[in-house]
């Protein structure tokens, strides 16, 4: 501007004077190869995720999850359960080469490498392609990616123990029942190691049942701690018979308080 001369305007290239509505380019010329992401591609996003929350949610009104008994640390026989969605990585690391000192191939490297291959892949297979047999590496990927994690959880749900699974996590009733740790029965109970699996009390922890109202002969307690039964092995007994004959009959005699 100059002193006397007025004013002058000068306009801007890269502002349109004229407000354009805000259409989405047209895709037609490239037809199943591209497409708008908003709305098209986002839309049908939303839609398939609504579809996927509404099942989840029905699954579980319809079958709240099990509730167990309260946790015990002193348990060493409890043997924990991952929820299904990593039951493929429990299944992993019980083969040889994925566990004990071979752990943290198990834990670390075999699961880091499949992850690291999910999150590279739309950087090494950067095609145009949307079709699944033109992209051979993301395809090939993600088809062994999703075979695995399906045989592994497969084979974790047919090797484990679910009887074995459900006794350890039972709700039971509190046994109220009084203990005289004096007695020469419960001296030989701990003489031969049957806290570790019955508990101080005689009432069990897990899946090893409760020693208290069994309603069973003190010869019928005995041939058990010989011959074992059900998780219990045979031979776990390491006394003398006279010490046996006196521990089975401290069994036999223990009763719940009414």
């Not at 015990?72 to 991952?82: E, F, M």
Request: proline share 8%.
């Amino acid at each position: 501007m100059h002193r006397g001369k007025g004013m002058k305007f000068v306009g801007d290239s890269r502002i349109p004077a004229e407000r354009k509505p805000n259409i989405p380019k047209d895709y037609s010329e490239y037809p199943g190869k591209t497409e708008a992401f908003w709305p098209n591609f986002l839309l049908k996003e939303w839609m398939v995720g609504a579809v996927f929350l509404i099942g989840f949610l029905c699954l579980t009104v319809a079958h709240p999850s099990p509730l167990e008994r309260v946790a015990d640390p002193t348990d060493t026989n409890y043997i924990p359960l991952p929820d299904w969605y990593f039951l493929f990585l429990y299944q992993l690391l019980k083969y040889t080469y994925a566990s004990g000192p071979y752990n943290v191939i198990g834990a670390f490297i075999i699961p880091g490498l499949a992850f690291g291959g999910l999150l590279l892949a739309p950087f090494i297979d950067r095609g145009p392609e949307r079709r699944p047999l033109k992209r051979p590496f993301a395809t090939g990927f993600m088809l062994l990616a999703l075979a695995s994690i399906i045989f592994l959880t497969w084979e974790s749900v047919a090797t484990h123990d679910w009887e074995a699974a459900k006794a350890q996590g039972e709700i039971k009733e509190e046994v109220d029942v009084e203990i005289d740790k004096n007695a020469e029965g419960y001296q030989l109970y701990q003489k031969n190691g049957c806290v570790g699996c019955h508990g101080d009390t005689l009432t069990g922890s897990g899946a090893n049942p409760s020693l208290v109202d069994t309603g069973l002969k003190p010869e019928e307690v005995a041939k058990i701690a010989k011959e074992g039964r059900g998780a219990m092995p045979p031979g776990m007994f390491k006394g003398t018979d006279e010490e046996l004959a006196k521990l089975a009959e401290y069994i036999s005699t223990l009763e719940s308080k009414k």
